[in-house]
């Protein structure tokens, strides 16, 4: 029974490895993407003049798509069309990051309009 059992358990751990790796390549790939997409919104918005209004409205649009992005993952994954798990969690963990960084973005504006307030009065 051990050698069975063994024989299945070393299965099992080659899967895991399998996936483990599976999961390392795809958080490579998804860093290289997320190192690739600043560069390119601020060399676009740099011969604009940089008008902060733009640059803002961008950065929530991008948001918005990668929370979209996500969102169409994660319902084909529960009609079973992508089976891909990590994927699913690679995108979602993603709309999660951006949608706190821009909550961050958000709280100090507010802060710093508030701040501006008060000098005036």
Same mark, same amino acid.
């Given at each position: 029974?051990?050698?069975?059992?063994?024989?299945?358990?070393?299965?099992?751990?080659?899967?895991?490895?399998?996936? *483990?790796?599976?999961?390392? @390549?795809?958080? $490579? #790939?998804?860093?290289?993407l997320? +190192? %690739?997409?600043p &560069?390119?919104?601020?060399?676009?918005?740099?011969?604009?003049?940089?008008?902060?209004?733009?640059?803002?409205?961008?950065?929530l649009?991008?948001?918005?798509?990668?929370?979209?992005?996500?969102?169409?993952?994660?319902?084909?994954?529960? *009609?079973?069309?992508?089976? @891909?798990?990590? $994927? #699913?969690?690679?995108?979602?963990? +993603? %709309?999660?990051? &951006?949608?706190?960084?821009?909550?961050?973005?958000?709280?100090?504006?507010?802060?710093?309009?508030?701040?501006?307030?008060?000098?005036?009065?």
């Open positions: 029974m051990n050698p069975v059992g063994g024989m299945g358990g070393g299965g099992s751990i080659d899967q895991i490895i399998a996936l *483990r790796q599976q999961i390392i @390549d795809r958080s $490579k #790939v998804l860093q290289e997320h +190192e %690739a997409k &560069a390119s919104p601020v060399e676009g918005a740099a011969p604009q003049g940089a008008n902060f209004g733009d640059s803002l409205r961008s950065a649009d991008n948001v918005n798509s990668t929370q979209a992005r996500a969102s169409g993952i994660t319902e084909a994954y529960e *009609r079973g069309e992508v089976t @891909d798990i990590a $994927k #699913v969690m690679l995108a979602r963990q +993603e %709309a999660g990051v &951006a949608f706190e960084a821009t909550l961050q973005v958000r709280n100090k504006l507010l802060s710093a309009y508030q701040e501006t307030m008060r000098m005036g009065i």
